[in-house]
């Protein structure tokens, strides 16, 4: 009798941790599904112009329409081009300059009051100035997203190698270590929470400074395809456009998020629970 209670019990205990993984499965669907449901119904109930709205089957049909005449291809493709090489020239100039000022006090007296300056300035302001420089080309998009992830990153590398730990660098110095050896083997690392901040909060600034880019000069890419679809009144093209761009950063939001945990796998830190 008390094999047969026993086995009940572990048959019951796994239906209900199957329930909970289930439920718990469902939990991110819920915001998602109410939102299309509110955004079906204002439509259909008129509550907004179906003019000017699309309902979200419109939408998911012209996402397929365009998937596979390879509109959708082109346009993401010519952005990802854009953001890649935007993103990663303000990274990595973010990164050098950022250490030269977080390790030299001469730096810091020469460089870090001209960012604090050039920082604030919002990235959009720039972009008069990079058209004249560079005019309407690549090369205009391209410097408009590095330069806001440059002061981001830049910013967040000095934070972080500030608040090392000084005991850490007085170890160093008793192990006769170079400035370099300091930098890379205890600096860097110590930092590197603070440096993957930066890099995800840049990425995140760069599609914004991409989509910014392309609705004021060219004539591909996501921005510009949601700005000519608004033009000539195509609203399925225009929430196609921007279901693009949210379900790409999301993508590439994740992937930072991804290497920051496997850079950082060393950190115990507070998830939540």
């Known amino acids: 009798m008390s094999l047969t209670v026993a086995r009940i019990e572990r048959r019951a205990g796994r239906v209900y941790r199957s329930r909970d993984r289930s439920f718990e499965a469902l939990v991110p669907l819920i915001l998602p599904m109410a939102l299309l449901a509110l955004w079906h119904a204002a439509v259909v109930l008129e509550w907004v ?37 935007g993103f990663g020239i303000g990274a990595a100039g973010g990164l050098a300059l950022g250490s030269w ?8 007296r ?4 001209t960012i604090s300056v050039l920082a604030p300035i919002p990235p959009t302001a720039w972009i008069p100035l990079l058209i004249i420089l560079f005019g309407i ?13 440059l002061f981001v990153v830049t910013t967040n590398t ?10 850490f660098v007085e170890v160093a110095r008793v192990c006769e270590k ?16 603070a440096i993957m901040t930066g890099l995800r909060l840049g990425l995140g600034l760069s599609w914004i400074l991409l989509i910014a880019a392309e609705l004021i000069a060219a004539n591909r890419g996501l921005g510009w395809f949601i700005y000519d679809a608004r033009n ?5 093209d225009m929430i196609a456009g921007m279901v693009c761009i ?21 950190q115990s830190s507070y998830d939540g629970n």
């Open 101 to 108: 000022i977080g390790v030299s006090r001469g730096a810091q």
């Open 49 to 85: 112009p179906s003019t000017l709205i699309a309902t979200p089957l419109a939408v998911a049909t012209d996402l397929v329409r365009l998937a596979v005449d390879g509109t959708l291809t082109e346009h993401i493709f010519a952005s990802l081009r854009r953001l890649i090489a």
């Open 137 to 149: 080309q690549e090369a205009s998009k391209i410097w408009l997203i590095a330069l806001g992830v």
């Open 178 to 193: 170079s400035r370099s050896e300091t930098l890379w083997f205890v600096l860097l690392p110590a930092a590197m929470p």
């Open 232 to 236: 000539f009144s195509r609203p399925d």
């Open 158 to 167: 000095v934070s972080g190698i500030r608040h090392v730990d000084l005991r």
């Open 246 to 266: 949210g379900f790409l950063g999301a993508v590439s939001d994740r992937l930072m998020l991804y290497a920051q945990r496997h850079v950082l796998r060393w």
């Open 110 to 113: 020469s460089i870090e009051p």
